[in-house]
């Protein structure tokens, strides 16, 4: 199931079915440029989809470090991609990465815990009665 909605400045795309829960895509346009905005996301997308287009940057790396991701791969054909070269560039751009993936980590903890919690108080609704119903009563 894929439901598209757009306006003037936003574009909005969910993608899901009836197993997985509905994942959202929010492009805003800003200055002739339309910057992708992801929901409960401290980090915004900096770098625009023709930035990334014009750098060639792959589509699996288009994320919140694209930004970061385009210098880097600037310095390392400059350098020869040499692994001493383009140390600080790198490091900026790992960091990053290492942040978006402890965020989403604790997103995903804050989602089971929530999870469990209403298994449990779902099994602590239904429990096996003490006293049973006898067939007279």
């Known amino acids: ?10 574009r909005v795309k969910q993608i899901g079915d009836a197993k997985r829960k509905g994942t959202i895509e929010v492009w805003v346009k800003r200055s002739r440029h339309w910057r992708m905005e992801v929901p409960g996301s401290s980090k915004k997308m900096i770098a625009t989809q023709e ?3 014009a750098a060639k940057v792959p589509l699996g790396y288009r994320d919140q470090c694209a930004h970061l991701l385009i210098p880097l791969n600037k310095c390392r054909q400059a350098e020869f991609f040499l692994p001493w070269k383009c140390e600080d560039e790198r490091h900026v751009y790992k960091k990053c990465e290492y ?6 980590m604790l997103a995903m903890q804050k989602i089971r815990e929530e999870e469990a ?15 049973p ?3 007279n009563a």
């Open 99 to 104: 942040e978006l993936v402890m965020e989403r």
């Open 117 to 131: 919690k209403a298994k449990h108080n779902k099994l602590q609704g239904n429990g096996v009665p003490l006293i």
């Open 1 to 10: 199931m894929t439901r598209n909605e757009e306006s003037d400045n936003v």
């Open 51 to 53: 930035e990334m287009v």
């Open 133 to 135: 119903k006898t067939a």
